[in-house]
């Protein structure tokens, strides 16, 4: 069954330096696979999706995932971070038509 | 815009009471989902509603209930309430769900509830 690992509960990144949050899935067959943010207090929105259209997807916010086959991965990133992207992020996977979600990451900026 | 909103944002119950968390979303999606999310185990998928009149069980249905009367309303019904039960929820909406795995999912601003 499809399910989704993020490693590391907690990730620190200085402002301006690459943000890099791990996604690895299992899955039988080519997955789609989601990245959602979380702001403090409120709801999760969605950030991008992998739907087999391209490898590398660009999302909002300045963020972009790659997805690789190889490797199971769908890792997150951001070239330059800043004080706003401080927020919890979810990688999820589509399974049996539901959205299973992984346990999330909390990135922290520090300035 | 309002998309989705749920009431009440916080509540304190007493164990053994029953509670009910509304949710309405005003996008006319035929998908309706509740999640509850605890420190530590990210969001789990409550029960679900691919369309009016239908409903489903997710990972973690026990001890709850849902209704689907129509496009709107996806209420959430804690028939008596235990400790365990504290947690927050959140109610999601998708545009067809099941028919398209790739659907975004729409969330609300949550449900704090605190059960003693």
């Known amino acids: 069954a499809q399910s989704v690992t993020q490693l590391g509960s907690h990730v620190s990144v200085s402002e301006g330096a690459l943000v890099l949050l791990r996604c690895n899935y299992s899955s039988s067959v080519p997955p789609y696979l989601f990245w959602y943010v979380q702001y403090p207090n409120q709801g999760l929105q969605l950030l991008l999706k992998y739907t087999s259209a391209a490898t590398l997807v660009k999302g909002i916010n300045g963020f972009e995932a790659e997805f690789k086959k190889s490797e199971t991965s769908f890792h997150l990133t951001k070239p330059s971070a800043h004080m706003s992207d401080a927020a919890e992020y979810f990688c999820?996977?589509?399974?049996?038509?539901?959205?299973?979600f992984g346990k999330g990451t909390r990135l922290h900026i520090l300035p | 815009i309002a998309g989705i909103t749920q009431a009440p944002t916080s509540q304190i119950l007493a164990a053994g009471r029953r509670m009910t968390l509304r949710c309405t979303q005003d996008m006319r999606h035929n998908a309706m989902y509740w999640y509850r999310q605890d420190l530590g185990l990210g969001l789990r998928l409550i029960h679900y509603s691919n369309t009016a009149g239908t409903t489903g069980k997710g990972e973690v249905p026990d001890g709850y209930s849902v209704s689907r009367a129509n496009t709107d309303d996806f209420p959430l019904t804690l028939a008596s309430a235990v400790p365990s039960q504290t947690s927050v929820y959140f109610c999601?909406?998708?545009?067809?769900?099941?028919?398209?795995?790739?659907?975004?999912?729409?969330f609300g601003p949550g449900t704090r509830l605190t059960v003693l």
């Open positions: 999601a909406s998708s545009r067809s769900g099941g028919a398209t795995p790739t659907d975004t999912q729409y």
């Open positions: 999820a996977v589509n399974r049996d038509d539901k959205i299973i």
